[in-house]
């Protein structure tokens, strides 16, 4: 007869594995009763920890905002910096429109799951009354992505793969489909009802973007 394995309290758990216990709870509430309306005992019982316990590890609900940024979105954001790094430094002749693909699927398949496209929309719905907030994470996330698609981007102008276009312009307009799909995923469409794919937006978008900046105007994604 098979014995079923029993989930360990969370209580009796590491301590190490509590701040992720903690900011589980934390993502909960902050997407069930809005940023200002979670209050952390609530967080402290999804985290099997009393009040006092959380506040060990998160002196507030702020911190632990920003702690879920920095666990879900800024793996992210580092990734692209580090594709945008590397196919800069002039050791790759890889193609500027098949890296921002890469960017942009990456971005796309990760930024619109429900863990992590919870975030932005949280930081979205909270910026009127915690500014502070939004400017935390345009400087740790925006700023970082937007560096790195820039300098694509720019290569491809250096290269005349791209027309010289206005970077800062075709940056929103092409990362602009990301926080599109978040917002029509957490708001529009939390049924999940003709649901289409990621990566079929993300290369129809591209598809549309690149034929209007390429300087060939022919692209095969």
């Known amino acids: 007869m098979l014995q079923t394995q ?3 309290p969370k209580w009796r758990r590491k301590p190490e594995n509590r701040p992720d216990d903690i900011l589980d ?13 979670a209050r952390i005992e609530d967080i402290a019982k999804h ?3 009393s009040k006092g316990t959380v506040y060990l590890y998160f002196k507030s609900k702020e911190e632990m905002l920003k702690a879920l940024v920095q666990r879900s ?3 992210i954001a580092l990734k692209l910096s580090e594709i945008a790094e590397h196919v800069c430094d002039e050791c790759t002749d890889e193609p500027a429109a098949d890296v921002l693909k890469k960017m942009l699927l990456i971005a796309g398949e990760q930024m619109i799951g ?3 496209g919870a975030i932005p929309l949280i930081i979205i719905g909270e910026s009127g009354r915690f500014p502070e907030l939004a400017e935390y994470y ?6 970082i992505v937007m560096k790195a698609v820039t300098a694509v981007i720019t290569r491809g102008i ?11 312009v075709s940056i929103r307009t092409l990362m602009g489909v990301i926080i599109t799909q978040v917002i029509w995923n957490g708001v529009f469409n939390q049924n999940k009802t003709n649901e289409i794919p990621v990566k079929v937006i993300i290369e129809e978008h591209l598809d549309i973007f690149l034929n209007g900046i390429l300087v060939s105007k022919e692209v095969t994604l």
Do not use: C, M, Y
């Open 6 to 8: 029993e989930v360990e």
């Open 25 to 37: 709870g934390a993502l909960i509430e902050f997407r069930t009763k809005g940023f200002k309306g």
């Open 47 to 49: 985290a099997g920890l």
């Open 73 to 75: 979105i800024l793996p």
């Open 114 to 116: 429900e863990q992590a």
């Open 138 to 143: 345009r400087s740790e996330i925006v700023e």
């Open 158 to 168: 250096e290269r005349n793969e791209f027309r010289d276009v206005n970077v800062p």
